[in-house]
Every structure is written in structure tokens, then in C-alpha cells.
T-cell receptor
Framework: AQSVTQLGSHVSVSEGALVLLRCNYSSSVPPYLFWYVQYPNQGLQLLLK??????LVKGINGFEAEFKKSETSFHLTKPSAHMRDAAEYFC??????????FGSGTQLTVLP | DGGITQSPKYLFRKEGQNVTLSCEQNLNHDAMYWYRQDPGQGLRLIYYSQIVNDFQKGDIAEGYSVSREKKESFPLTVTSAQKNPTAFYLC???????????FGPGTRLTVT
């Protein structure tokens, strides 16, 4: 069975600091990987996706993620946090084009 | 504009009543999904449908029912058998299972 683990249910960074949200997956086959963002009382919005092309994936709002097969990781980063980045972030995995499995989410707080 | 609509945004019901949540998409997607979101638990799959007139149970289908009579519509009924119905419900769609899903804005259901 596929699974995804997000390390850290809450992450706080100062405005302008690096954002690093961690995601590890379990898989014996190449996965598709996704990051979503959710603002309060809203649906999820796709930030970026990895589908076996370039291992460094650039997404919207200045976010990017790097697929590392040896570490089974797909961590999300942004060089400089902005107040508007405060939200909940979800990592998701899909194996062999089967259904998505979501992580439990990481709440990002940006401190002024 | 293409997208997914869910209505209403907020819904209040008395315990023992059935309630139907609406989900409509004009993205021409074949697959549609219903998720339940509770604080700290991420997204849990209730039902999904890959084609019209066919749907499958997800991880937490007990107490819920769905129909898929049209490609564009996938309503969810929360029945009185659902023991803890108060939650945030999200509808999503995709071209096929395993591909990126697009989410509606959600319906917050409160049952008292």
C-alpha cells in the first residue's frame, strides 16, 4: 500500500526565512507526487506535481520541490516566506496512476 | 471559467435528518471524489466515481451515499446513520484516478 508521511504537523518561520516542509513516501514503484495548499475554510489548490520528468519541480507562488528517490522524499521549499504563505500544506502520492493518498498536513505559520 | 462548485458553503441540520451536499464540475473530468476533513486528520476518502452510473466506497463510506447520474454532478448524502457528521466536506475531480485532483471550495456541515 502506498503511504505518505509529513514530518511536523506545525512549522513556524519568520517572514523572509526559508520554508522547508517535509514529505516522505513509501513506494516500490515510481510514484506521482503532489503538493497542495489549503487556506482557511477553502478547498485545496495544487501547488506543484512530480510525474517522473525533472526531479526539481517548480510550482506556483515561488514554491519548489525536489524528488529524491534514494531518500523517498519530496520536500517543499520556498527561499523567502511571505505572510500570505500561512496555510496548511498537504503532500499526496499516487502509485501507477491509482488513487491519491494524502498526508496529514502541515500548518505553516509565518511570523512577522 | 471552468471549475468545481459546491453548495451551500455552510449547512446546519438537526440530528436524525438526512442532508445532501451538491458538487458540480464543468472541467469535463471523468473521475469525481468526496472527502471528509476533520482537524488534524487530513483528508479521508468517502466515495469516488470514475464514470457515470458507477461509484466505489472509499475508506469511510459508512453513513454516506452518492449518485452519479450525470458526468458533471456527484451529490453526497449524509444519512442519519453517520454517527459524527459534523465536518468539512470537499469534492474533487480529475481526468482519471491517480492524476492531480481539482477541489471545490468545500461545505462545512454542522449537525446538532
Amino acid at each position: 500500500a502506498q503511504s505518505v508521511t509529513q514530518l511536523g504537523s506545525h512549522v513556524s518561520v519568520s517572514e523572509g526565512a526559508l520554508v522547508l516542509l517535509r514529505c516522505n513516501y513509501s513506494s516500490s514503484v515510481p510514484p506521482y507526487l503532489f503538493w497542495y495548499v489549503q487556506y482557511p475554510n477553502q478547498g485545496l489548490q495544487l501547488l506543484l506535481k512530480y510525474t517522473s520528468a525533472a526531479t526539481l519541480v517548480k510550482g506556483i507562488n515561488g514554491f519548489e520541490a525536489e524528488f529524491k528517490k534514494s531518500e523517498t522524499s519530496f520536500h517543499l521549499t520556498k527561499p523567502s516566506a511571505h505572510m500570505r504563505d500561512a496555510a496548511e500544506y498537504f503532500c499526496a502520492v499516487s502509485l501507477s496512476a491509482r488513487q491519491l493518498t494524502f498526508g496529514s498536513g502541515t500548518q505553516l505559520t509565518v511570523l512577522p | 471559467d471552468g471549475g468545481i462548485t459546491q453548495s451551500p458553503k455552510y449547512l446546519f441540520r438537526k440530528e436524525g435528518q438526512n442532508v445532501t451536499l451538491s458538487c458540480e464540475q464543468n472541467l469535463n473530468h471523468d473521475a469525481m471524489y468526496w472527502y471528509r476533513q476533520d482537524p488534524g486528520q487530513g483528508l479521508r476518502l468517502i466515495y469516488y466515481s470514475q464514470i457515470v452510473n458507477d461509484f466505489q466506497k472509499g475508506d469511510i463510506a459508512e453513513g454516506y451515499s452518492v449518485s452519479r447520474e450525470k458526468k458533471e454532478s456527484f451529490p453526497l448524502t449524509v444519512t442519519s446513520a453517520q454517527k459524527n457528521p459534523t465536518a468539512f466536506y470537499l469534492c474533487a475531480s480529475s481526468f482519471d484516478r491517480g492524476y492531480e485532483q481539482y477541489f471545490g471550495p468545500g461545505t462545512r456541515l454542522t449537525v446538532t
